[in-house]
């Protein structure tokens, strides 16, 4: 007999298992899922052979812990607070080394065709998480804008607005949240923007309405609530690079053998486990992008 494969299977004879999860939680009607009737919508996508069979960790993990300092510095803080940033209308201006820059509205870009990437995120400071995240891959909007040969970088800026967000009054980075990439990390189908997570539209607290997710590099990486993409000839400055350069470097690539200066990056605890797991090298994802590192020097380019 054969058995037809996932990847076979037309996206839309699919109904991702997170949809179905949470239709089922609806109907149960159990507490705390008082959600606001737009993030009930359940975003269609298809799954995605990238990704891990590694458990996801529950809606409630992965809304509940949570950095975005622009809503404060303590991990449930953006949970309470992040809901203030009004995330429609919502537009993502795309320009710099580009023949035809544009900007995309946040309902154009949820029309790009999405997938269920479940992805392991591991952050600097030592735990990490599993979380099934709707987007598309960047390489898909960055193609639109037709990037010039001397786009060699793309940075990323987070939507400043001090009247929504409490925590930018106090300069713990240098707003607005800034990150960068290097171009074929930008292209690379790995690395997508994301639009939801659990089948739904993303919460406040996760980036919404739209975030980078890069997951073979540590968190920070991953900017929330994109409100401008620049393609660049030289390296973008980033905001934790800037705030500490002897602590994160602009590669920020997950590596054991490459200690914080203040602690050890050789384990992680998986939020909600209790024994510590082995961090693995580009997270678990060397397979698919240690290439793109291939003759760098990965101590000095941390
Ligand atoms: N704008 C902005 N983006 C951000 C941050 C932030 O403080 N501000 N924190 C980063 C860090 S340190 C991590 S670990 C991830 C956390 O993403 P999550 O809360 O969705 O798991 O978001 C990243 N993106
Ligand atoms: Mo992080």
Request: proline share 9%.
């Amino acid at each position: 007999m054969l058995i037809r494969h996932p990847t076979d299977i037309p996206p839309s004879e699919i109904t991702p298992h997170s949809v179905y999860l949470n239709r089922r939680q609806f109907m149960l009607g159990s507490a705390g899922l008082l959600l606001p009737v737009a993030s009930m919508a359940a975003l269609p996508a298809s799954k995605s052979r990238y990704s891990t069979t590694d458990k996801p960790n529950s809606r409630q993990d992965i809304t509940s812990y949570n950095n975005y300092y622009e809503f404060g510095t303590s991990k449930d803080e953006p949970a309470l607070y992040a809901g203030r940033l009004k995330t429609r209308p919502w537009t993502v201006a795309v320009g710099g080394e580009a023949g035809k820059p544009r900007s995309f509205s946040i309902e154009e870009l949820l029309k790009f065709p999405q997938e269920e990437r479940i992805y392991r995120l591991r952050c600097v400071e030592g735990w990490s998480m599993v979380i099934p995240w709707v987007g598309f891959p960047l390489a898909s909007l960055l193609k639109q804008v037709d990037p010039t040969s001397r786009a060699k970088y793309v940075a990323f800026e987070t939507a400043l607005r001090p009247g929504e967000m409490p925590g930018v009054a106090r300069r713990v980075l240098d707003w607005p949240y800034r990150e960068g990439l290097r171009m074929d990390e930008a292209m690379h189908p790995l690395t997508i923007l994301a639009v939801g997570l659990y089948g739904e539209a993303l919460p406040g607290q996760n980036g919404a309405p739209v975030r980078l997710v890069v997951p073979w590099k540590y968190g920070f990486k991953s900017i929330k609530s994109i409100s401008r993409i620049t393609l660049l000839e030289k390296q973008p400055p980033t905001s934790w690079n800037m705030a500490a350069p002897s602590e994160y470097g602009f590669y920020s690539n997950v590596n054991p053998a490459v200690d914080h200066p203040r602690w050890s990056q050789a384990s992680e605890r998986r939020i909600g486990e209790f024994l510590k797991r082995k961090t693995l090298p580009f997270n678990g994802y060397a397979d698919q992008v240690a290439g793109l590192y291939r003759g760098m020097d990965l101590v000095k380019n941390f």
